[in-house]
């Protein structure tokens, strides 16, 4: 996957906190149309200005596919959600790659 760029970001969210100490954040998830099987989860609705414009080129038109409260522990179907939200937290995007697929980044 030559072309893709390395994600540096800087962004500091606020997540709620449930009274157990974990954490909670609404996401958007959107479905990649040029991509199969790939999805974006957003912390904002249409927040796609947080994506780099390399990546978002790559992906191709997003469409909204749901939206959902992510907690630590709650089972998805490919994604750990602990990794989802730290990715939330560090770049303001996650995206999910197919199973048998990674994104590899130039060093």
């Known amino acids: 996957m030559a072309g893709w760029l390395k994600v540096e970001h800087s962004l500091t969210l606020l997540l709620p906190q449930t009274g157990s100490g974990s954490i909670r954040m609404k996401c958007f998830v959107y479905r990649s149309r040029k991509r199969n099987n790939t999805y974006v989860y957003l912390s904002e609705r249409d927040g796609f200005a947080v994506l780099p414009a390399e990546l978002a080129a790559g992906l191709g038109t997003l469409e909204f596919a749901l939206e959902l409260e992510l907690t630590p522990g709650r089972r998805l179907a490919i994604e750990d959600a602990a990794r989802v939200l730290q990715h939330l937290n560090e ?17």
């Open 91 to 107: 770049f303001g995007f996650h995206v999910q790659f197919p199973p048998n697929e990674q994104l590899v980044l130039p060093e």
